[in-house]
């Protein structure tokens, strides 16, 4: 009777240990890591970079889905970070705006106020997501924060001298165009030139999987978003992910003669929780 007794109690100590191990993960993966903002570096090796553009530094951030976990304190502290890094150029990947956000008049102004705040060198650019595609805000959110609106449309990025670069950018597929007729106009751009045109190409678009129904791919970095990637993980890999990012959802791919890098997304979608997937942005700097 002893020995059964100390068995029984031995399996309650166990069973007991298991659940307050799931609920300190629990609690963490909710209250914690969601909270969290760190940054990924990356050298991008140019091989026909001029010197002026040596060093050249580009910050990615996506996915913030704001108004679900990240707030206006959350903002403050990403925008006090990327200034810290004195980026040349920023891009925002979508999804600023989570879906189920009540948005009104303050809440317009307060992202826009405080986008507003990130100072770069040579610019700041954006692309919506599924998710912005509710708001009719986003546009002067956008604007008011002094980002361009780079959907489906592109620009040119000089620095201290006469050799540049194109930076282009599709709007999410949500609206059911496809990548070929949303980038035709920077294609028809970079594809006019027979020389002195621009030494390198970047490209920000929201959900990466659409990249490989691009037929005249003359992008030499693609930087994209919306896989969170996977936003709750195991040692195996991502537990769920979204259309559109079920192919392409780690952290950088080679595709031919293309770079494709997915943000990890600062925010949490659907569910308030992130586990083992601390919530990021990237910085590329641009090397020989």
Known sequence: MAKRKKKKIKIIKNILKV???IALVTAYGHFIEPKIITHKEYNIKIENLTSNFEGFKIVHISDIHYGRVFDKKQMRKLINSINAQKPDIVVLT???????????????????????????VAGKYAINGNHDLKFDEWTNIISN??????????????????????IAGASTF???????DKLKPALDYINAFDKDGPFYNILIMHEPDYIDDLIDNKFNLILAGHSHAGQTRTPF????????????YESN?????????????????????????????NIYKLTK
């Not at 924060?145 to 194109?166: A, E, P, Q, W």
């Not at 949500?174 to 070929?180: E, V």
């Not at 600062?266 to 990021?280: C, D, E, I």
Request: glycine residues 8%; hydrophobic residues 30%.
């Open 19 to 21: 659940i307050l191990l």
């Open 94 to 120: 979508g999804d600023l705006i989570d879906k189920d956000t009540k948005i009104n008049e303050n809440i317009v102004k307060e992202i826009s106020s405080e986008l507003a705040k990130i100072e770069t």
């Open 145 to 166: 924060s002094g980002f361009k609106n780079l959907n489906n449309t592109y620009d040119t990025i000089y620095k201290n001298g006469y050799n540049f670069m194109v």
């Open 174 to 180: 949500k609206d059911k165009q496809s990548i070929n």
């Open 237 to 248: 890999g991502p537990i769920i992910l979204p259309n559109g990012a079920t192919k392409y």
């Open 253 to 281: 791919y080679k595709l031919e003669n293309s770079d494709l890098y997915i943000s990890n997304g600062l925010g949490v979608s659907s569910y308030n929780f992130r586990l083992f997937n601390t919530p990021s942005y």
